[in-house]
């Protein structure tokens, strides 16, 4: 019980790590500000668990890093969505909304 | 193909090697400080903004974990951070790691050499197409002794012609010959075969042809194959010599071709093959029961051996119907046609014995695991502390038996390619001496396989060595190691049991195989110790052809007998010499249904089969074959036209019972002579053993005049107070006087002879005894160590029970008390298992019962005396401690 709501957990956080990348390419503390702002600040997370999320994201060849300049000029590793990551979005957002409108209907009865 | 590039970008990753680190640490900085100057802005202090970012960031070091997993990375590097740690443990304590890669190389080395036998032997195929195709057909006659006789020119034409069940059939018969003619003469061994051969074994000629149908009718036989080997060395694999001829036994052969190498598998040592024939119709209908070659036959695809075998039912059945006179003596006889795979035929008699030995090395291998595993065991106590620390410091008891395996497949496969070494070794060794208890096959080599095994057999050591620490491991609170500290009272008492029920599990295999190798030991002696009836002391005998064109008249092979008989007499320094046609105990010897004047057989009467030898006069005194009534062969028979017979005590029991045999007529093979022309019982001698080792039926003898036919290769035997060399070398030359083209074979001393016929069981109580004795050495090594080990954890014990009045004797006599205790339930566990499995050796023995008493019991003595003796020697050397250094020891 406890490692679904886990599993789900991180699978939000990797969906929406996806989509503010959908808008190009930018660093871990570019990612977080974005989903703060976006959520209003309404999502509690530990902001290091972003990295390891990242990592993985990674490894599964959904985005690629490289490194370069941030906007106050210090060394920061930037994330870009590959074309992979593209369509595990979209498989995802389908999947997600999906989900919520089934959650939602179990839930309006 | 996804996996592949996630690989590739994980070993991106793991190349970059260090830098993994201080990119993540440069990544996460960045965050952090963008935080905390964010919090600086919002107002914060310096000091609270750092405080408010680390906790929204969370704790970096497990991220930082987190991010290494995802990678992958942490299993890697774990497992090579056990190893390495292993190495250095293992390096620091050497006398460990020694005893330890030791005993398992040992023990895998020797288990490793055994299956390379058994999977040659046993389990890898003829190399042949379709070789569980091949079966051989032979008559048996279980109920005279002979369940395993060989077949005949009309059994092959029969089933050839009458069954459909073969696609092959073929007659093979042993061959030998002098080969001369264009190089040095040669003698050479091979085999006598009918075209279908070489088809039904399922080979193709390297070079030219094989024999065609004509070549089985005699006087167009005379075409050879030459085998590879012979092919190699004699003809430098000169491929211009088919067509050519050779001359063998003076006549001249056409060489068809050169057989293939993989027919060396089954028959290694043939250089030569030439055509089986026989003149048409000259076979009478019982030939069918006059048994020399071997019949191989080739089923149909498809075809079982159930279905060969009624077929050749039909044809006995059909045999039978024709001969009712003889139908009643079949049945007597016990006969069947026995149809049988020809690997299973090959290897019936070994299978047994393999299985014995590769149980018996399998014991030796749990006996060894198990002091390895006490060894390992007391290396875990002594670490307790070390472990408690570590899980105090958050390693998880995971990490800690993970460790302990690593260490331990470590160490075992260390100790693989140690054994490995060794059974290459073992191999080499067996191949040279222990060829004999084998099969015919080509030398043995350590293969792909055997090294499995190897590496097999030393991971599954290393599960069970690791298995016992780890079980402790996780039986106990570890951190209250920590509480009883460097000062622990009795270490673990728990694991003394466990090392001690150990401990009475290999004193009981080793029990059971010191029974196995005492029954085998025992056996052999009585073997070696029975009464052959032969003494081949200071007897020396060497085997001569006749194979001149000129010895095809019977006169001149009688005339040469008796010439060399006579010179060799008449040299000095001799003191009997004898000719006979068979070499005891090694050649092949005829055997046949005998008749006397009036012999009237009664239907049910079970009369085993007589073998037939022919002997000249002195052959007796020669071999010491004591004369116990009438006489033997004169040197005047002839002469005299005297036609004599000798029989054996056997014979007269046999076939005179409480009547004088002296006078009267016998005749083998009767009916094809007329009765006046029988031999007349001229001796009773003592019995003599004729039959090879394996073979002993105890059959009754009878010995015809060597001079009343022409067998053209016989053996003289000469007895001598000379070196046999000596004998050999002047006999040759009295042979070489008279026809230079005579070669002079399998000469030598007899005893050495007839005791190299013991070669294959000696080999089988030799390896089983080796076995037995590293199980003694090992599992007394076991007992000393548990012992050790107990009082070394209670030397406080010890130096309290001293210090408060306890005498030396008192200590000893109550350690002793325990080793008695464990080595009891031991030899008992042991003997009722020894008993339980006796029945393995069963056929292998000779003369002695697989449950005799004594045996068990001096075994059982002896392995008491040798466990209490390694229990006693620490328990001695802890009594003699002062208290006070016991009492301070920990």
Same mark, same amino acid.
């Given at each position: 019980?406890?490692?679904?709501?886990k599993?789900?957990?991180?699978?939000?956080?990797?969906?929406?790590?996806?989509?503010?990348?959908?808008?190009?390419?930018?660093?871990?503390?570019?990612?977080?500000?974005?989903?703060?702002?976006?959520?209003?600040?309404?999502?509690?997370?530990?902001?290091?668990?972003?990295?390891?999320?990242?990592h993985?994201?990674?490894?599964?060849?959904?985005?690629?890093?490289?490194?370069?300049?941030?906007?106050?000029?210090?060394?920061?590793?930037?994330?870009?969505?590959?074309?992979?990551?593209?369509?595990?979005?979209?498989?995802?957002?389908?999947?997600?909304?999906?989900f919520?409108?089934?959650?939602?209907?179990?839930?309006q009865? | 193909?996804?996996?592949?590039?996630?690989?590739?970008?994980?070993?991106?990753?793991?190349?970059?090697?260090? $830098?993994?680190?201080?990119?993540?640490?440069?990544?996460?900085?960045?965050?952090?400080d963008?935080?905390?100057?964010?919090?600086?802005?919002?107002?914060?202090?310096?000091?609270?903004?750092?405080?408010?970012?680390?906790?929204?960031?969370?704790? =970096?070091?497990?991220? %930082?974990?987190?991010?290494?997993?995802?990678?992958?990375?942490?299993?890697?590097?774990?497992?090579?951070?056990?190893?390495?740690?292993?190495?250095?443990?293992?390096?620091?304590?050497?006398?460990?790691?020694?005893?330890? &890669?030791?005993?398992?190389?040992?023990?895998?080395?020797?288990?490793?050499?055994?299956?390379?036998?058994?999977?040659?032997?046993?389990?890898?195929?003829?190399?042949?197409?379709?070789?569980?195709?091949?079966?051989?057909?032979?008559?048996?006659?279980?109920?005279?002794?002979q369940?395993?006789?060989?077949?005949?020119?009309?059994?092959?034409?029969?089933f050839?012609?009458?069954?459909?069940?073969? /696609?092959?059939?073929?007659?093979?018969?042993?061959?030998?010959?002098?080969?001369?003619?264009?190089?040095?003469?040669? $003698?050479?061994? @091979?085999?006598?075969?009918?075209?279908?051969?070489?088809?039904?074994?399922? &080979?193709?000629?390297?070079?030219?042809?094989?024999?065609?149908?004509?070549?089985?009718?005699?006087?167009?036989?005379?075409?050879?194959?030459?085998?590879?080997?012979?092919?190699?060395?004699?003809y430098? #694999?000169?491929?211009?010599?088919?067509?050519?001829s050779?001359?063998?036994?003076?006549?001249?052969?056409?060489?068809?071709?050169? !057989?293939?190498?993989?027919?060396?598998?089954?028959?290694?040592?043939?250089?030569?093959?030439?055509?089986?024939?026989?003149?048409?119709?000259?076979?009478?209908?019982?030939?069918?029961?006059?048994?020399?070659?071997?019949?191989?036959?080739?089923?149909?695809?498809?075809?079982?051996?159930?279905? *060969?075998?009624?077929?050749?039912?039909?044809?006995?059945?059909?045999?039978?119907?024709?001969?009712?006179?003889?139908?009643?003596d079949?049945?007597? !006889?016990?006969?069947?046609t026995?149809?049988?795979?020809?690997?299973?035929?090959?290897?019936?008699?070994?299978?047994?014995?393999?299985?014995?030995?590769?149980?018996?090395?399998?014991?030796?291998?749990?006996?060894?695991?198990?002091?390895?595993?006490?060894? +390992?065991?007391?290396?875990?106590?002594?670490?307790?502390?070390?472990?408690?620390?570590?899980?105090?410091?958050?390693?998880?008891?995971?990490?800690?038996?993970?460790?302990?395996?690593?260490?331990?497949?470590?160490?075992?496969?260390?100790?693989?390619?140690? @054994?490995? *070494?060794?059974?290459?070794?073992?191999?080499?060794?067996?191949?040279?001496?222990?060829?004999?208890?084998?099969?015919?096959?080509?030398?043995?080599?350590?293969?792909?396989?055997?090294? &499995?095994?190897?590496?097999?057999?030393?991971?599954?050591?290393?599960l069970?060595?690791?298995?016992?620490?780890?079980?402790?491991?996780?039986? %106990?609170?570890? =951190?209250?190691?920590?509480?009883?500290? *460097?000062?622990?009272?009795?270490?673990?008492?728990?694991?003394?049991?466990?090392?001690?029920?150990?401990?009475?599990?290999?004193?009981?295999?080793?029990?059971?195989?010191?029974?196995?190798?005492?029954?085998?030991?025992?056996?052999? *002696?009585?073997?070696?110790?029975?009464?052959?009836g032969?003494?081949?002391?200071?007897?020396?005998?060497?085997?001569?052809?006749?194979?001149?064109?000129?010895? %095809?008249?019977?006169?001149?092979?009688?005339?040469?007998?008796?010439?060399?008989?006579? /010179?060799? $007499?008449?040299?000095?320094g001799?003191?009997? =010499?004898g000719?006979?046609?068979?070499?005891?105990?090694s050649?092949?010897?005829?055997?046949?249904?005998?008749?006397?004047?009036?012999?009237?057989?009664?239907?049910?009467?079970?009369?085993p089969?007589?073998?037939?030898?022919?002997?000249?006069?002195?052959?007796?005194?020669?071999?010491?074959?004591?004369?116990?009534?009438?006489?033997?062969?004169?040197?005047?028979?002839?002469?005299?036209?005297r036609?004599?017979?000798?029989?054996?005590?056997?014979?007269?029991?046999?076939?005179?019972?409480?009547?004088?045999?002296?006078?009267?007529?016998?005749?083998?093979?009767?009916?094809?002579?007329?009765?006046?022309?029988?031999?007349?019982?001229?001796?009773?001698?003592?019995?003599?053993?004729?039959?090879? =080792?394996?073979?002993?039926?105890?059959?009754?003898? +009878?010995?015809?005049?060597?001079?009343?036919?022409?067998?053209?290769?016989?053996s003289?035997?000469v007895?001598?107070?000379?070196?046999?060399?000596?004998?050999?070398?002047?006999?040759?030359?009295?042979?070489?006087?008279?026809?230079?083209?005579?070669?002079?074979?399998?000469?030598?001393?007899?005893?050495?002879?007839?005791?190299?016929?013991?070669?294959?069981r000696?080999?089988?109580?030799?390896?089983i005894?080796?076995?037995?004795?590293?199980?003694?050495?090992?599992?007394?090594?076991?007992?000393?160590?548990?012992?050790?080990?107990g009082?070394?954890?209670?030397?406080?014990?010890?130096?309290t029970?001293?210090?408060?009045?306890?005498?030396?004797?008192?200590?000893?006599?109550?350690?002793?008390?325990?080793?008695?205790?464990?080595?009891?339930?031991?030899?008992?566990?042991?003997?009722?298992?020894?008993?339980?499995? /006796?029945?393995?050796?069963?056929?292998?023995?000779?003369?002695?019962?697989?449950?005799?008493?004594?045996?068990?019991?001096?075994?059982?003595?002896?392995?008491?005396?040798v /466990?209490?003796?390694?229990?006693?020697?620490?328990?001695?050397?802890? #009594?003699?401690?002062?208290?006070?250094?016991?009492?301070?020891?920990?």
């Open positions: 019980m406890k490692k679904d709501r599993d789900l957990l991180q699978g939000t956080l990797d969906l929406l790590i996806l989509r503010t990348l959908q808008r190009g390419k930018q660093h871990g503390w570019g990612i977080s500000q974005i989903i703060g702002l976006r959520s209003k600040e309404a999502l509690n997370i530990k902001e290091g668990s972003l990295y390891p999320a990242l993985r994201l990674e490894r599964q060849g959904w985005i690629e890093s490289d490194w370069g300049l941030s906007e106050n000029n210090r060394k920061a590793k930037f994330y870009k969505l590959t074309r992979a990551g593209s369509r595990q979005l979209e498989e995802e957002t389908a999947y997600w909304e999906e919520v409108s089934a959650v939602s209907l179990v839930l009865v | 193909m996804i996996w592949f590039k996630q690989w590739l970008r994980k070993f991106g990753y793991l190349n970059r090697g260090g $830098r993994f680190d201080d990119d993540l640490s440069e990544e996460m900085r960045l965050h952090l963008m935080m905390v100057d964010e919090n600086i802005a919002a107002g914060m202090t310096k000091e609270e903004a750092r405080k408010a970012a680390s906790k929204r960031f969370g704790n =970096v070091e497990y991220f %930082r974990e987190d991010c290494r997993e995802s990678w992958g990375l942490r299993v890697v590097e774990s497992l090579m951070r056990d190893i390495c740690l292993s190495i250095r443990l293992l390096k620091k304590s050497k006398g460990f790691t020694l005893a330890v &890669v030791a005993t398992l190389a040992l023990c895998i080395g020797g288990n490793a050499s055994i299956f390379t036998i058994l999977n040659n032997v046993l389990l890898r195929p003829l190399p042949f197409p379709e070789s569980e195709r091949i079966v051989t057909i032979h008559n048996s006659y279980p109920k005279i002794g369940p395993n006789a060989a077949s005949n020119v009309p059994m092959y034409l029969d050839r012609d009458e069954t459909s069940a073969f /696609s092959g059939l073929a007659l093979v018969d042993e061959f030998e010959g002098n080969v001369g003619g264009d190089r040095y003469p040669e $003698r050479v061994f @091979g085999f006598s075969v009918t075209p279908g051969f070489f088809s039904t074994i399922g &080979v193709n000629p390297l070079v030219g042809t094989f024999f065609s149908e004509e070549n089985s009718v005699q006087g167009q036989h005379r075409v050879a194959v030459l085998s590879h080997k012979y092919w190699e060395s004699r430098s #694999s000169d491929h211009g010599i088919v067509g050519q050779i001359r063998i036994d003076e006549e001249l052969y056409e060489v068809r071709g050169v !057989a293939p190498r993989s027919l060396e598998a089954l028959y290694p040592s043939a250089q030569i093959y030439v055509a089986y024939s026989w003149n048409p119709g000259s076979f009478a209908p019982l030939d069918r029961h006059s048994n020399d070659p071997q019949l191989l036959g080739r089923l149909k695809r498809g075809v079982s051996i159930e279905v *060969a075998k009624a077929q050749v039912d039909v044809r006995d059945q059909a045999f039978s119907d024709s001969m009712p006179e003889f139908r009643q079949l049945i007597n !006889a016990g006969h069947e026995i149809v049988i795979g020809l690997q299973e035929r090959r290897t019936t008699s070994v299978r047994g014995v393999l299985f014995l030995l590769q149980a018996g090395g399998m014991f030796v291998w749990l006996i060894g695991c198990v002091n390895v595993s006490n060894l +390992a065991l007391t290396r875990a106590n002594a670490r307790q502390w070390e472990f408690a620390l570590r899980t105090v410091l958050g390693a998880r008891r995971l990490d800690i038996g993970r460790q302990l395996y690593a260490e331990s497949v470590l160490l075992s496969i260390l100790g693989a390619f140690v @054994g490995v *070494a060794l059974g290459v070794l073992g191999i080499g060794l067996i191949n040279r001496y222990a060829m004999a208890m084998l099969p015919p096959m080509p030398p043995l080599s350590f293969d792909v396989g055997s090294t &499995v095994f190897a590496i097999g057999l030393a991971l599954l050591s290393g069970l060595i690791a298995t016992l620490p780890a079980i402790r491991l996780f039986s %106990r609170k570890l =951190v209250s190691a920590l509480g009883e500290g *460097a000062r622990s009272v009795s270490t673990g008492r728990t694991s003394n049991r466990i090392s001690s029920s150990l401990v009475c599990g290999q004193i009981a295999l080793a029990l059971i195989l010191l029974v196995g190798a005492g029954l085998l030991t025992r056996s052999f *002696a009585k073997l070696v110790a029975r009464d052959v032969i003494d081949p002391e200071n007897v020396t005998t060497l085997r001569i052809p006749l194979t001149g064109a000129s010895y %095809r008249d019977n006169a001149n092979v009688v005339a040469f007998k008796r010439e060399i008989l006579e /010179s060799i $007499r008449a040299l000095p001799i003191e009997s =010499v000719i006979g046609t068979n070499i005891p105990m050649s092949d010897i005829d055997s046949g249904v005998i008749s006397y004047t009036g012999f009237e057989k009664k239907p049910d009467d079970m009369l089969v007589t073998l037939n030898t022919r002997v000249s006069p002195g052959y007796f005194e020669t071999l010491g074959i004591e004369l116990l009534k009438g006489e033997t062969f004169g040197p005047f028979d002839a002469a005299q036209s036609k004599g017979v000798v029989i054996d005590q056997h014979l007269a029991d046999l076939y005179f019972p409480g009547v004088d045999p002296i006078g009267k007529k016998m005749i083998s093979q009767y009916g094809r002579t007329d009765e006046e022309n029988w031999p007349t019982i001229i001796g009773i001698v003592e019995n003599a053993q004729h039959e090879r =080792v394996d073979e002993i039926s105890g059959s009754p003898t +009878a010995y015809y005049s060597l001079f009343d036919a022409g067998q053209r290769t016989f003289v035997f007895k001598s107070e000379m070196d046999p060399d000596q004998v050999v070398s002047t006999i040759r030359g009295l042979v070489a006087e008279r026809d230079s083209e005579i070669p002079v074979f399998m000469s030598g001393s007899l005893s050495e002879y007839l005791d190299e016929t013991l070669n294959g000696r080999m089988v109580m030799l390896l005894s080796i076995a037995a004795a590293i199980a003694l050495l090992l599992s007394s090594i076991g007992v000393y160590g548990v012992t050790a080990y009082i070394g954890s209670q030397r406080k014990e010890i130096g029970r001293l210090a408060i009045g306890a005498s030396r004797g008192e200590i000893v006599v109550h350690f002793l008390k325990r080793a008695l205790g464990k080595t009891l339930v031991g030899l008992a566990l042991g003997l009722v298992g020894a008993v339980a499995l /006796s029945r393995f050796v069963e056929s292998m023995l000779y003369g002695i019962e697989a449950t005799e008493l004594s045996v068990y019991l001096s075994i059982a003595v002896l392995l008491f005396a /466990s209490m003796l390694a229990s006693y020697l620490p328990v001695l050397g802890a #009594s003699r401690v002062s208290p006070m250094t016991a009492l301070r020891a920990e």
